[in-house]
């Protein structure tokens, strides 16, 4: 192997990472394929990946990080997990696309139904944004109503009724909503502050009898973590059973994060329909949907609600989806995660409590993020944007220790199955020398 060692604030640079950038400039809009990779909100260009290993990241300046950010989430076991490989390249090798029912879709079938006690049934795409565009066509084909109710501060992909006040890269670039999306379209979706019963219960008076669905993140980790109180969803719950819409629990980053029947397990509550990205593909581009057997049957060729996709299911990201779900249901393995995130965010706020420091590390399962306040924040406007200048020294200070974060404040990090004690320790380290520059000792 190639190698390559942390860098130091002596030896950091971006000199091939820039000069890649440069070029990826001339070619692609902002030089990227999704906007917050542009480090518009942190110092300096984005740093040019070629290599991960477990918890590890490495540069193609020969450096090496610790990596927070996991691909934003899908790599639950880290980088290149050996067994997850194994499988891929096995599929792979057999044909990686049929457009055909393959035994791969049985298998990661039964993998997720017969470990998940909130569904019945589920329908594979290739993306969250897809997944969840799906989820709201079939809550307005079931419901045969048009508006969506969304929260201030959730993130549910690009699609075009819900890119109405989300969440991270767009409050990161200060604009709230999208060009390119008819007004007409935005009007079909209703956006309300979380943790504000009040406003929700007013919201579905005003609009009850058309509303088609509450679409929400339970675990809100897009714009920040914005935990939510266990009373807050069941309050939804109940809403959508008052007015007889359903409840949408978008789960593309909390299912199989905090569990492997993820924030709907953890909290208990049964919502309508599940959406799914992130780790149920192991790394590929893969997304999913399910609800009960009588709401997926609404979808075609069963029912109405047309929904299609030229490579969904194909069996390399179903290898890599059954490889990664199966390493998840091994006893122990959430509770072995949840312990080594609460351990390092402990640790990380004694030091801050310790220097004074005003910062929190509230934290689920094994997804934290790192604040620059001292208050529970629940609300999207509780955020104050001023502090992300702290973020923005932070981050570049831990980027020339060897730990890379994903390059925004509101964003949220995650640690892997990979991530050691030691790896954790010395990120931990590496973060209380920067956070020393960022206040000024
Ligand atoms: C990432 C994310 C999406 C979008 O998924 P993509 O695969 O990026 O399209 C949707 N909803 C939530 C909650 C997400 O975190």
Redesign the pocket.
């Known amino acids: 192997m190639k190698k390559y060692s942390y860098p130091t604030p002596d030896t950091f640079t971006r000199a091939r990472s820039g000069e890649l950038f440069e070029t990826a400039k001339t070619y692609f809009p902002g030089g990227v394929h ?1 906007p917050v990779r542009a480090f518009k909100s942190v110092q300096g260009p984005p740093i040019f990946f070629e290599k991960g290993v477990g918890s590890h990241i490495y540069d193609v300046d020969g450096q090496a990080f610790v990596d927070f950010c996991c691909s ?2 899908p790599l639950i076991l880290g980088h290149c997990p050996p067994k997850v490989v194994d499988r891929v390249q096995q599929a792979v090798a057999e044909g990686m696309s049929f457009g055909t029912p393959t035994p791969f879709d049985n298998q990661i079938g039964k993998l997720v139904l017969d470990n998940h006690r909130y569904i019945d049934m589920i329908r594979f795409v290739s ?6 565009m799906s989820a709201i066509r079939l809550a307005r084909g079931v419901t045969k109503r048009d508006k969506i109710i969304k929260f201030e501060g ?5 699609v075009d009724a819900l890119l109405v006040k989300a969440g991270s890269g767009l409050v990161t670039f200060g604009i709230s909503t999208s060009a390119g999306i008819p007004e007409s379209f935005a009007k079909e979706t209703i956006v309300v502050p979380l943790a504000d019963p009040e406003a929700l219960a007013a919201a579905m008076q005003q609009y009850a009898g058309d509303v088609a669905a509450i679409i929400v ?1 339970p675990i809100p ?2 714009n920040g973590l914005l935990l939510q109180d266990r009373s807050f969803l069941q309050f939804l719950r109940q809403q959508a059973d008052e007015h007889g819409c359903m409840l949408i629990f ?5 299912g199989f994060r905090v569990g492997f029947e993820g924030a709907t397990g953890h909290y208990d509550i049964q919502p309508d329909i599940i ?1 799914f ?2 780790i149920i593909g192991g790394g590929m ?1 893969v ?1 999913a949907y399910a609800a009960s057997r009588a709401i997926m049957e609404h979808v075609a060729p069963v029912g109405p609600v047309y929904q299609a996709g030229t490579l969904s299911a194909n069996p390399v990201a179903m290898a890599a989806g059954i490889a990664t779900l199966t390493e998840l249901l091994q006893p122990g393995f959430y509770e072995a995660l949840e312990a080594k995130t609460k351990g390092f965010t402990q640790r990380l706020q004694s030091f801050c409590d310790s220097r004074g420091y005003e910062m929190t590390f509230p934290s689920i399962g094994s997804i934290f993020w790192p604040t620059f306040s001292s208050q529970r924040m629940m609300r999207s406007d509780e955020i104050d944007s001023a502090k992300m200048e702290l973020f923005k020294k932070m981050h570049l200070e831990c980027l020339k220790r060897g730990v890379y974060f994903g390059p925004s404040g509101y964003e949220v990090g995650f640690i892997s199955a990979a991530h050691s004690e030691a790896d954790l320790e010395f990120a931990a380290g590496q973060m209380e020398e920067s956070l020393d520059l960022v206040f000024g000792l």
Do not use: F, L
């Not at 993306?127 to 969840?132: D, H, L, N, R």
């Open positions: 999704s934003w989430g993306s969250g944004t897809e997944a969840v959730c993130y549910h992909g690009h993140e980790a897009n978008d789960e593309v980053i909390s959406t990205g992130k581009p997304g």
